[in-house]
């Protein structure tokens, strides 16, 4: 039987600073109403120089808790891929930072910047070479701090945007559950949707305690929304025609957690119904490429995967890049 690549751990970590929709009242002119009905977003986490979370905090944190889940060491991992926009350093990567903080000495690891899809590209990549018998361990991660990149002014992306890391461990099993197929799209032409561009962000009294990069973020929320929807809805369909399955098999859809709205019409456009959708977008908010690890690490942890159930992975971000992963629940 070929090897199919098989998560076999999962791990998360968010900052323990919350700041809710109350609080951006007092930053921006806003209201808990307006970000609740328009995003679900309540609450989301963000890091403050004066704790241990940068980016590599975060991730080996989500890291060590995947291997421990795993009851793997870090010496057996052969490869290290985190999907990022908001490494500590431009270089070295947040891959090779979280790899010496566990000393993961036997592995290569490398950086994919492709926006909230990052962590399914990032999964990718590691199926891809555990199939073609590269690897047979690799530890994937989402790492973001996004509140470095925040434009504390603009209220129309500053109440989206969020801190967090996720982690799995993949591994090479000759096993029929493990991920059955990727797939992952772009359209550069789509770029001035969603992108950063060199200026520094005013910090808010509130957040002086934030790390901060001499760039921001800029967004057409409106025209991206739309494309979201029908880009993740026409992936995921993709995923399931190559494995003939439909929208009934499938047990759970774990999709990147930007807005409530956006979730709620991917699942009416699938013809999924919303018990089977997995959404934690009301307590951490978009934490782009780190939105999907936590939130399978979290569904993993409420008992809500059973060992072959279909589980469909979705996203869409930056890029513009949308992608998808259908697996058969390996743990
Ligand atoms: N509080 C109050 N009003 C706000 C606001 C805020 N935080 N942000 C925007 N508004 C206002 C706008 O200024 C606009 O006012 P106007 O009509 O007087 O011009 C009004 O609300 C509507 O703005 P619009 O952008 O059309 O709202 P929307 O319904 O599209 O919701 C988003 C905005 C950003 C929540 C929504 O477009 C979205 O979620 N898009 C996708 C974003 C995303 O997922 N990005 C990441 C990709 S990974």
Redesign the pocket.
Known sequence: MPYKSCIIGTGSSVPERVLSNQDLEEI????DE??TR??GIRDRRISSIHRNETSTDLGTRAAVKAMEMAGVTADSLDMIVVGTVTPDNQFPSAACMVQKEINAVNAGAFDISA??TGFLYALAMADNAIRAGHCRRVLVAGIERLSSIVDWQD??TC??LADGAGAVVVDAREDSNGILSTHLKSDGNLGEL?YSTYSTSTIPEILKDIDTKPFTLR?E??R??KR?VSYMAAISRDALEKNNLTAEDIRLVVP?Q??I??IDALAHTLGIPLEKVFTNVHKYG?T?SASIPIALDEANHAGLLKTGDNVLLVS???GLTWGAALLKWSM
């Open positions: 921006v002119d806003t209201s307006w970000i328009r995003t926006g909230c209220r129309s109440v989206l969603l967004m929320g409106n991206l929304f979201a990147h930007a807005n709205r956006i978009n782009s869409f971000g930056a």
